[in-house]
C-alpha cells in the first residue's frame, strides 16, 4: 500500500484479556519495526523484523508480549494478560532495508481498563 | 546502548522566528532520522541524515558525525510547524533499529 497501514487505530480492553494488534507495511519494504509511545513519552523499541533473519526482541518489555511477522508482510503484535501499565500508542515503521528511512502508521492506541 | 540527548526540552516561539534543535549521541551511528510528530501523534521522517547536510523548504538539517551530533533549523516558522520533534539514531552495530530520544517541544504562536 501507499503507507503503513495499522488496525484497530483504538481498542479498549479489560484487564487480564489479550490483544493483537496489526501493522501492515509498505509493500516491499523488508524491515519492520514496533515502537511504544507512553503518554507525553518518548518512544520505546520494542521490536524488529529485518527480511528472514531471527527478529530483535531485545525492547520486548516481558513475555507477555509477542510478535510475528507472516511471509515477510504483515504483522501482529500480541500482548496476553493485559495490564494497565500496557495502555499506550502502539507504532509501527517500515523501511525499505536497514538502516534506511523509516516511515511509521498512525498508531493503535491501547487502553486497558 | 547508545544514548540520545536533545535540547532544548521545550521551545516557544513567534510565528516568523527561526530556531535550531540540537541532538547529541554517544557513539558512532549509520543511522540518523529526525521527525515531527503533529499533534495528533502522526510521526513524520523529516531527515533521513547521518552524514552532512540537507534542505527541505524552510527546515534544513546537518549532522557532524565525527562530533557525534546534529542540527535540525527551523526557519521562518510557522504555527504549523508546533509539536514535537525526535531525532532517532542507530548505531553502527548492524541490524539494530533505531534509538529515540526525548524529543523537543515546539510551540509556535501567531
Known amino acids: 500500500g501507499a503507507g503503513v497501514s495499522q488496525s484497530p487505530s483504538n481498542k479498549v480492553t479489560e484487564k487480564g484479556k489479550d490483544v493483537e494488534l496489526r501493522c501492515d507495511p509498505i509493500?516491499?519494504?523488508?524491515?519492520l519495526y514496533w515502537y511504544r509511545q507512553s503518554l507525553g513519552q518518548g518512544l520505546e523499541f520494542l521490536i524488529y523484523f529485518q527480511g528472514n533473519s531471527a527478529p530483535d526482541k531485545s525492547g520486548l518489555p516481558s513475555d507477555r508480549f509477542s510478535a510475528e511477522r507472516t511471509g515477510g508482510s504483515v504483522s501482529t503484535l500480541t500482548i496476553q494478560r493485559t495490564q494497565q501499565e500496557d495502555s499506550a500508542v502502539y507504532l509501527c515503521a517500515s523501511s525499505r532495508g536497514p538502516a534506511l528511512g523509516y516511515t511509521f502508521g498512525s498508531g493503535t492506541r491501547l487502553t486497558v481498563v | 546502548g547508545i544514548q540520545v540527548e536533545q535540547s532544548p526540552p521545550d521551545l516557544i516561539l513567534q510565528e516568523g522566528a527561526n530556531s535550531t534543535l540540537r541532538c547529541n549521541f554517544s557513539d558512532s551511528v549509520n543511522n540518523l532520522q529526525w521527525f515531527h510528530q503533529n499533534p495528533w501523534g502522526q510521526l513524520i521522517n523529516l531527515f533521513y541524515i547521518p552524514s552532512g547536510t540537507k534542505q527541505n523548504g524552510r527546515l534544513s538539517a546537518t549532522t557532524v558525525a565525527t562530533e557525534r551530533y546534529s542540527l535540525l533549523y527551523i526557519s521562518s516558522s510557522q504555527t504549523t510547524d508546533s509539536g514535537v520533534y525526535f531525532c532517532a539514531v542507530g548505531s553502527n552495530q548492524a541490524g539494530t533499529a533505531l534509538i529515540f530520544g526525548k524529543g523537543t517541544t515546539l510551540s509556535v504562536s501567531s
Open positions: 509493500s516491499g519494504h523488508t524491515a
